[in-house]
């Protein structure tokens, strides 16, 4: 059944289709079934060429859960076909309804992260920091009266990103300064969402350690090299033709993309 569940939402994908949501044919759709949902959506990817670079944790922040009317983080995955360059346009093209959020990205060094680590030991793993967006397009018809399990087996809603082209040394940075960073997403030069870090989870450097502890009570790690985009700490912001989305953070630098 987990198989055929994944196959809908695939389908999905690739025929730039909604779907109904998954619990209301299973409704006692459990968490776990549905990052096993996830799992085989993303073989399904991997399958066509893709590759894994990263993870993605979600409803990071009050905002977002508030927006969403979901209670708890969740994460997602991340492939090479979902990065898209900074500065780029971003076609509407094949997306069904798109949505743009800010956020922090960490780039982990040259060793895996494994179960249980501080949020010093989370910062010390990393290679790299940048200002990051994240878009959202949920397989989902209404793709807003969903359970987290829906959520879940649909990758956490994720379908494309965008990093900085400038990465900082995250040694130039401490736990204090993270929790402090001024985040303004604009639209053609205004201020649409404007947050300090602190909304991502109290600091971003702590969705690295909810991603380790969810990915250990799955048995995995989080693997060396990862991309990690640590949430939104915002609402997300509905895509329209034409629009320039441009995420400012003054410590970190700007990211942006022009949606055709
Ligand atoms: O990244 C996230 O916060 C996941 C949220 C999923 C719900 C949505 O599609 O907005
Ligand atoms: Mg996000």
Excluded at 21 to 37: E, G, H, N, S
Aim: glycine share 8%; proline share 4%.
């Amino acid at each position: 059944m987990l198989l055929e569940l994944a196959k809908i939402l695939d389908s999905a994908l690739l025929e730039t289709r909604e779907v109904e949501r998954l619990t209301a044919k299973v409704p006692d759709l459990k968490l776990d079934d549905a990052y096993r949902i996830q799992d085989e959506g993303i073989k399904f990817r991997l399958a066509r060429g893709e590759k894994l670079i990263g993870l993605k944790m979600g409803l990071t922040s009050k905002a977002k859960r508030e927006q969403m009317n979901l209670s708890s983080p969740v994460y997602g995955v991340l492939t090479d076909r979902m990065q898209q360059r900074d500065g780029e346009v971003f076609s509407l093209k094949g997306k069904i309804h798109p949505k743009i959020e800010p956020e922090i990205a960490f780039i982990i060094g040259k060793r895996e992260l494994r179960g249980r680590v501080t949020a010093q030991q989370a910062l010390e793993a990393c290679s790299g920091i940048c200002a990051a967006m994240e878009i959202l397009d949920s397989r989902f018809v209404g793709f807003k009266y969903f359970s987290l399990p829906d959520v879940v087996a649909d990758n956490s809603s994720s379908a494309y990103f965008v990093l900085s082209s400038k990465v900082h040394d995250p040694g130039k940075f401490d736990l204090a300064s993270l929790a402090k960073l001024q985040m303004s997403m604009e639209v053609d030069g205004k201020p649409v969402q404007t947050a300090f870090s602190s909304e991502i989870s109290g600091n971003p450097v702590n969705s690295i350690v909810q991603l380790c502890e969810i990915l250990d009570s799955r048995g995995l790690v989080l693997p060396a090299g990862s991309i990690v985009l640590a949430g939104a700490a915002t609402q997300a912001v509905q895509l329209v033709a034409g629009m320039k989305v441009c995420l400012r953070v003054p410590t970190l630098g700007e990211v942006s993309l022009v949606v055709a």
